[in-house]
């Protein structure tokens, strides 16, 4: 069972969020985040990841680390659009209960026209789907200089990012 859980875990801001397929619309069951105030001249973007590999052990343990390779596709007016990059992830599980998985990545969500650099922890409890916030530590190309966070909600081997990126 944790096992199965860890694996939900894995997909981690690389990967995890939408039970669906990548072509079809899909149904949030977790709420999602407010939008930024209209004052705000923030960016946001919505874009799903769908996990193709990860090297997470068999058996998790404190401080067992893994890495997370996914494909990044265009999300608008809610449903997935074309494939625009990939995404890779490094993770360490930073707590192992028999109930729950904390783990810290460290995440580059890249495009055709640059990266976007991301950090942040993500509590999963329960059977998902489950969310976490990350801070965007910087950027190339379009993206250089980027500041903001990416907000997930992740199940099974789908994420959906919304990134807000500050002006």
Sequence with gaps: MLRFRARQLSAA?????????????????????????AESKAKVLNWLAHKHSDSMPRKLRKGGDWTSY??????????????IGDATAHCSAVEVTPHSVIAQCQSVLRTDHG???????????????????AAITGGTGKYEDAEGQVEAVFHGDYAKLRITLDD
């Design 13 to 37: 801001v690389t990967t995890a969020a939408m039970a669906m397929t990548v072509t079809g619309a899909f149904a949030l069951t977790a709420q999602a985040a407010p939008a930024p105030k």
């Design 70 to 83: 996914a494909y990044l596709y265009d999300i608008k007016k809610g449903k997935v659009g074309k494939k």
């Design 115 to 133: 990266s976007i650099t991301v950090s942040g922890t993500v509590d999963h409890r329960g059977n998902g789907p489950y969310g976490g916030d």
